[in-house]
């Protein structure tokens, strides 16, 4: 069955970098766009960046564009989130979250989501 | 970016009551719509997409309907388990996606 592991947050100080991980499994990771969804403490959900299946496309949020990087590696079924000039306003849940249609450009659609990793900027 | 806004914040329903969660885009988003089901401490879970069809393993209790800007999500005989929070999303053309608030539907 689908299984996504995020990975690498913890506290990381305001203007600090950190690189996510997550780990896919159960799926043909290579034909599915990723996506990284974000979740303040006690607040609503906010999509962060989407990454198209081969690499070619990434898309972002406003928020984190310019600081935010989204990537992935096929032959390791990983996708990774960059985060650099990090604020106090990134303290959240990032969730990885696989896309629900194969081999296509636009999607939007999350039908399978990590158990999170929590990411909290602080000094 | 597409506002999506959620009504009401907070609904009250009795387990085995029908409970009616609704949604409102900015502008219309076609049937480019899903709504996700989180409970505490745990990943949200797709329960609805292109506005009207059930995620697999999804009970038939769950249904969505409308289109362009107006939807809904209707749980027709509450369950225990089904009291959580309700968010709906639009995936209409490129990204930005956006989610609506949120609705906590909470135990009567």
Redesign the interface.
């Known amino acids: 069955q689908v299984h996504l592991v995020e990975s690498g947050g913890g506290v990381v100080q305001p203007g600090g970098s950190m690189r996510l991980s997550c780990a896919a499994s159960g799926f043909t990771f290579s034909d599915f766009i990723m996506h990284w969804v974000r979740q303040a403490p006690g607040k609503g959900l906010e999509w962060v960046a989407f990454i198209q299946y081969d690499g070619t496309n990434k898309y972002y949020a406003d928020s984190v564009k310019g600081r935010f990087t989204i990537s992935r590696d096929n032959s390791k079924n990983t996708v990774y989130l960059q985060m650099n000039r990090l604020r106090a306003e990134d303290t959240a849940v990032y969730y990885c979250a696989k896309d629900k249609w194969e081999l296509s450009i636009k999607g939007g659609t999350f039908d399978y989501w990590g158990q999170g990793t929590l990411v909290t900027v602080s000094s | 970016?597409i506002v999506m806004t959620q009504s009401p914040a907070t609904l009250s329903v009795s387990p085995g009551e029908r409970a009616i969660l609704s949604c409102r885009a900015s502008q219309s988003i076609s049937s480019?719509l899903?709504w996700?089901q989180?409970k505490p401490g745990q990943?949200?879970?797709?329960l609805i997409?292109g506005a009207t069809a059930r995620?697999?393993g999804i009970p038939a209790r769950f249904s969505g309907d409308g289109s362009g800007t107006e939807f809904t999500l209707t749980i027709s005989s509450l369950q225990s388990e089904d009291f959580a929070v309700y968010?709906c999303?639009?995936?209409?053309?490129?990204?930005?996606?956006?989610?609506?608030?949120?609705t906590k539907l909470e135990i009567k």
């Open positions: 970016e480019n899903a996700y989180q990943a949200p879970r797709l997409y995620a697999t968010y999303q639009h995936y209409n053309g490129w990204p930005p996606y956006t989610f609506g608030q949120g």
